[in-house]
Structures are given as structure tokens and as C-alpha cells.
């Protein structure tokens, strides 16, 4: 009797072995190449060639049998190939050996026999090559869907997902459609039903005759009565093995006995050989045949059709394209992503998916966020896959809020109104809904999402919606964002009535403060006369135009921390005033900075001010800060809104177009940008620190300066009509000087523009003028910048 079994790169944990039938032995096959290199099971190997190393190792032989067991191979040619079946040598099956592939092979057949094995007439077995190939590899291919169906069921039990869901799965990867089973048939019934649809040999035969009553008795489990049913007479020989077991005993294997098995896997790469328990016929041996045919394939190239951008910590699905096939796809292992940027390897665990992809299970990975490429493994070959894979954290959504306008304009019975959502990294999310707050949330509502288009790797910090609020009570709701890891998120969102509403609640004024402003946001603020708390005592500012309206509070004795308090408010018309549960939530101190030092690139070879800071460079800023928190957020502008090019915002451990954020312990945080991206030059850059808690005073980092790179000077010996020499100078932004000299005080101004340096664009080259003669040898030239009444000292020297 010949099965084979496949062993997928892509599989499930095996299950336990030989239901409906005895173990003969376990054992484990691999292959090593002729070169050296570690051994794989043969079952993830595509192809075997001359001089490779087939792997036997008995993990268990039945102690009755152990001293007397033997195993040989039989090895069959490519198709194609003029070569024929090899036989190789006998070896005892209790100990570990191996075998030099003589040819290459696309079948591997092993023979074991308990009571040993008598091989004879090799050469009769060589005339009939082609007849005794093509038994060989057709019987492999229907034991095969045999041990793989067994598996499906038996992982269906232990799971407990069911018969038709194990179908489908065997189905799926096979490509073999079955029936539905009669759930009123007992489980023999139902198992040979399957075993026709997969076997069309067996429909000339029904074994459930009285005759094989006694062979075949009632199973406890699908998957038993499948292994039953087939390892019963004369199942396995009418499924085509009767030919093949007369080729074998007839020319090779006299005196022998072939029974039906059929092999199913187990863990450490190892399988089991499973049959019926049966007596040998007098004068005979009995002995067992399993195979495995190698896949029909070649190396795949793979590419993905476009660079994709993946969460880390999740599974992702993604499009991989291989040139053989969805098949050669499956039979890839060893996945890994490689830094783009150079660096050790992450493994990245694959399964493949129904309709070609596959899926890369991120969970538990190590990577960090960055530019990536994938590879998998063919064999002992890496096979890499072309095109870019980005690795990005999650969005943070807690951080993530609707603009002030929005907020203004969700009124009751305005119709579609657009939103605007921000503070946050949206590009996973896949789904966004509406859902009333409380216990009776009822059935969402869908949102339409609308995300700008990015560069991959590239925040998505914005994104747009439109939510019909026709047919919404006022009242609070929840915006829910999900993310593609299926977590959904709520943004508060309330729907204003005619009557003053405030937003933004609870109000969360800062222990250990007194006097404190709170910033009511809303409709209808102007209509608030008077606001009263247990918190404290509020006096409420004038009304006036906008959104927003001021309070201060002085805080009662009594508030402690995250302590709620209601709020009620006197409406100008109402007579009873409105209240407001829970409207204040205490929480701790502001975060407040108490000392910044600051570093920055010295290349540009030019004499800053204390207080000043280059653009275009990465400076670094060390904050001592108090309050922090865990998880603070920085950001940073300009004092004057009118020079602020671009607000950056922050998170410890997030990094935004080259700037990034890190906590190094309590109170330390690292802040690296570029401070021209921020503002203009002239910007005076400052620094909030958020936490939980609230928001700290602004602190100052340094006043932006446009600084140009000043690479090398010549002084030529063209004299000038007010009696000074012509110089030049090479470098970048040579645009900002306007004056050049010897000294802090005197200087002669620039009366030309900088030209291109030929073959670097990059590079410019500025006439200067420069009195003559030079204070001393070697003595640095000063440029005055644009607007400055005092020149600076630079690194180059007559």
C-alpha cells in the first residue's frame, strides 16, 4: 500500500496520530544539500538532485520488532528523464542513516518491513520504469487527500469547529470539491460518502457489506471512520494500490505481503505510519510503502504590486505576486522582513491566504517602524521580493479629536455636515461609525471617511467625514474609529440644541493652583449669566463674540484628585438652571519646564548667539521636566503665529518628517527637529509639554536663524576702484550676507548675487569685496546677515 504525505510550509500544529488505526513506527525524513548546510523536512523541500543527503531518523519502532526492522528506498526520475526507479541499499529501521541520492528524483518511496525486507530482481523492476512511475506517483497523489482529509477532521474535533467547516478547509486547499454528509448517517456512512467523492475508483464497491461488517465497526469520529474505512479490505486496492503491490512483490520485494497504510503527521517533523492490525499470510512478509511525490515547480520571482505601508503588532494581508503560481506561493517558509537601511533580519510568520495573498502575522514581531523588504526561503535558496514594505506604529486615537469648527457646527437639524478629524495618525484606520453614548447606543451609523493622499511612510494626520445629522437628538454621541486591527476607538461628539451647550466636559482644572482660568466651549455661551460649583468659586468673564468664553475658579478645600463635581449654569430666560453632571474632573499639576540645554551641528562655520538656533540642521534639546507624566506630548511653534511655517506635535517615542521625541526617564525628555521647518527665520521657537494633566506654560528654545554653510574663501588679486580686493566664497544660503570684513565693526557691503557652481547645483560661489591689507595672517573674514548691525566670525581664513 503506498500514501503520501505532504508536508505544507504553511501548516497547522499536527494532530495526534493514527486515529482509527495502530501505529507501525515514527520516524522523521530530511534532506541536507550536497554542500553542507542544515537539514529540511522533506516535506518543505521542492527538489532533489544528485548528492544530496536523505535524512532517516527512528524518533519510535515498536519494541517487538526493533531488532528486526528494516528500510529501503526507492527513488523515481523526474518525468522526462531517461533515468529509472533507483532501489538503494537496505538499512535496520531502529537506527539513524542516511542515503547519497545517486539522480534526481521527483518521487521518494520508503519501504519498511517489520520482519525485515529480502530486495531481489532490481532489474525486473527497472524494464517496467515507466508502468511501475506511474503507479507510484498516482497512488502518492490519492493517499495523500486521504491523510489530508483525516487531518482536517481530526483538527475539526479537537477544535470543535465543526464538519462542514473542515470540509471547506480541505476543499480550499486541495481543490477538491466534496458533499455535504448526511448528519443523520452514522459516521462509517458519512466517511465513505467523502472517501467516493475523493476516490471516483471506489464507486464500483460498496465495503459496507455484510462482509466487512466485522472489518469495519462503527467509528466515534469522522475522522476515525475515514481512516477506517480505508485502511479496511479491499478499499486500499480498489483505490488503485492492487497493481502497484503485484509490480512491487513480483520484481522486487518476492515473498512479501503489502498492507494499506497511510501517514499522518506528527510534531518535530516527524510522521507516523498507521495501519490495520493483520496477520501475514504463510510463507510471507509483510511490509509497508510510504511516498512522497515533490512538487511539479520552479523557484517563483516575487514582487508586490505596489509598496505597501503595514501596522506593526497586527497581521496584515498582502498582495505578493509570484510568476509560477499561487502554488509555488504556498511552498515558500521561512519568511523574513529585512531593514532597508541594513541590520539583522525579523521573522515574519506567513500563512497563505484563499484567494493568493498572504498574511504576515506582525503580532509579536520586533521590527520597528521603518523601510523594509520581504524574503522568503525555496528550498536552501533566499527568494527576495521586489518593492517596499513600510512598518508603522497605530495611530494613537486617544489623541485624536474633532476641529473646534466642527464642533460649532453640529447643530440639531443642520443636515450633512462635514467633519474634520486631527491630532492623530488615521492611516489605518478602515471604518468609521456613529453611535449614541449611554447604555441604549442602538444600531451605528456609517460615516464616510475620506483620508489624504500620503507618501508611503507618511502620517496621515488628518482626515475628513460627513455625518447627516437630520434625524439626531442633541444630546452626546461617540464617534467609533476602527482600525484594521478591529479596535474601535470613540471620539465624544455632541449634537448642540438651540439652548447654550458646552463642549469639551468635564472641565479639568489643575491641583495645585489657584486663581485658574477655564475655557468654556460651545453655543450659546453669551446667554450663560452665572455658573456655580462645589469645586470652587467661578467668576465667569463677559460674553463675548466667538465659541469660547473664559472663567476663572478658585478652587474649594475640599477638591481632590480625578473628583468630579456637577456644574450649573444661569441662562439668560431660564428660569431653573441648567446642570451639568460631572462637568468638572479634577486632575494633577500642569506639567512645567524648568531648564532646556541645546545642541546642534557645528558644520556650517559660523558664530552663533546663546540664544539662537541654525535652520536646516538637526538640533537636539534636552527638557527637565516636571509633571511629565508617562506618555507626554510636545509641541512646538513660533511666539509670533505670523512666522510659524508648519506647528509640530509630538509624542514620546513618535518621530514626524526627521523630528522625533524620546522620554529618557522621569522629568527627560529629548526633542530633535529641525527647527526651519517649524518657522521662519526670526521665529522666536517655544515648547509646550502636555500630559494628562494638562498643558504647560510656553518655554523659549531659541530664536531661528537662517545661517548659510561657508565653505572656503579666496582672496584674488583683483584690486578694486575703492582700493580693496575682490574675494570669493563657496558654500550654500550664501544669499543671507550682505556685508563681509576683517573685523566685527567694519565691513564693505555685498554688491553681487551668488552664481551656481558648475556641476553642483547645490553649491554657490559669492563675490565679496574685502579691504586690504588683512589685520594678520590667517585672519578670519566676518559676514554681517541681513538686517544685522554687528558682523559674526566664520571658520575660514585669508
Known sequence: MLSLLVLPCLAATPPRACVGSQSLGIFKLSVAPAKGGSPLPLGNVNALHKGQLLLYDPLHIPPAVKNKAEVALLLAPPANSEASIEALKPAPADKATFWILPQDASVVALVYGPEGLSMRKVKSLMQKNDEVLSELADYADQTAQVSDLIQELQESETSGSGVSAALAGFSAKSGVSLPPVDAHANTNQQALTLLHALLPSMNSMDPLTASNTAVLQQSTGLATAVAGVFLGNPVGLVAGGASLFENMHAMLFPETQFLSTIAQARASDGMALCSKSQTAKARTRIAYLWAHRLPDLKEPKLSLAAPVNLPVGAKSVVAVRADEGPKALARLRGWQLIPAKGGAPFPAPATLEKNGEIQLDLSKTEAVPGEYYLKALWDWDSVPVTGKVYLRPYGDLKLAKLSADTRDRLLEGSGRVPLKLEGADFEFVDKVELEAAGPRKGTPVKVSLTLPHGQHGGDQESAEAELDTNGLKPGAYRLLLTQSDGVSHPIPVAVLPPNPKLEGLPLRPNLGETGQKLVLRGSGLDRIEKLTSEAGEIDLAPASQGDTR???????????????????????????????????????????????????????????????????????????????????????????????????????????????????????????????????????????????????????????????????????????????????????????????????????????IPDTVPDQPQKQLLKIQLPWPAPAPHAPVFVWLRGESKGRATAVQY
Open 550 to 752: 473664559e472663567a476663572t475658579i478658585k478652587l474649594s478645600a475640599k477638591t481632590g484628585l480625578n473628583q468630579k463635581f456637577g456644574l450649573r449654569m444661569k441662562v439668560q430666560g431660564i428660569e431653573a438652571p441648567l446642570t451639568l453632571a460631572d462637568a468638572i474632573e479634577m486632575r494633577g499639576p500642569r506639567p512645567r519646564t524648568a531648564s532646556v540645554r541645546k545642541s546642534y551641528p557645528q558644520s556650517f562655520g559660523l558664530a552663533l548667539n546663546d540664544d539662537e538656533v541654525p535652520a536646516s540642521v538637526n538640533a537636539s534639546f534636552a527638557l527637565a521636566v516636571a509633571h511629565a507624566g508617562d506618555a507626554p506630548v510636545v509641541d512646538v511653534t513660533c511666539a509670533d503665529p505670523g512666522q510659524l511655517r508648519h506647528e509640530l506635535r509630538l509624542a514620546a517615542g513618535d518621530q514626524s518628517g526627521g523630528a522625533r521625541l524620546d522620554m529618557a526617564g522621569d522629568g527627560e525628555l529629548f526633542l530633535s527637529l529641525d527647527p526651519g521647518m517649524v518657522g521662519r527665520s526670526g521665529c522666536h521657537l517655544e515648547a509646550r509639554v502636555t500630559s494628562p494633566d494638562g498643558t504647560s506654560d510656553p518655554y523659549p528654545l531659541g530664536r531661528v536663524l537662517r545661517v548659510p554653510r561657508i565653505e572656503q574663501f579666496v582672496l584674488t588679486d583683483q584690486k578694486l576702484a575703492d582700493g580693496g580686493y575682490m574675494g570669493t566664497l563657496k558654500g550654500e544660503d550664501l544669499e543671507t550676507i550682505e556685508q563681509t570684513g576683517w573685523d566685527a565693526q567694519h565691513g564693505l557691503p555685498v554688491q553681487s
